[in-house]
């Protein structure tokens, strides 16, 4: 989350030296309810004496009202397809929703069916 919070960072200080400002927190989707909570409780428990400081970058973010870190369920976290190996069935299920175009199996039946009727 710590690289994800500061590549975020970077982009929206890109973003306001191109004059284009980010005024809303940018959304950090996470599918990891404890990470979630420990980045947005400002009071540490016994639990979480050994977070490093890459918690503290965070939750500094999100206090600051910089970030969001909503929640996303495990199987719509898209960024699976790039990090895992996947069943067939999730993969096309991301695959579907990222809007993917297979090149070497092109569907072009569907566009000529439509402008005959």
């Keep these: 989350m710590a ?12 973003l306001k030296d191109l004059y284009i400002p980010i005024r809303e927190p940018m959304k950090m989707f996470c599918d990891n309810n ?12 016994e639990r979480t004496k050994h ?3 890459d918690c503290h970058y965070i939750r500094e973010k999100v206090q600051a009202k910089e970030i969001e870190t909503p929640y996303v ?3 719509d976290q898209l960024a699976d397809i790039f990090t895992k ?8 299920d991301i695959v579907g929703k ?4 297979d090149f ?14």
């Design 3 to 14: 690289s994800t919070a500061s590549e975020l960072t970077w982009i929206k200080q890109v």
């Design 104 to 117: 070497f199996n092109p569907n072009l039946r569907g566009s000529v069916e439509n402008k005959n009727r």
């Design 98 to 101: 990222l809007e993917l175009i």
């Design 34 to 45: 404890s990470a979630r909570h420990i980045a947005s409780n400002p009071v540490f428990h």
């Design 51 to 53: 977070i490093e400081v």
């Design 85 to 92: 190996g996947l069943i067939p069935k999730i993969f096309e």
């Design 73 to 75: 369920k495990s199987k």
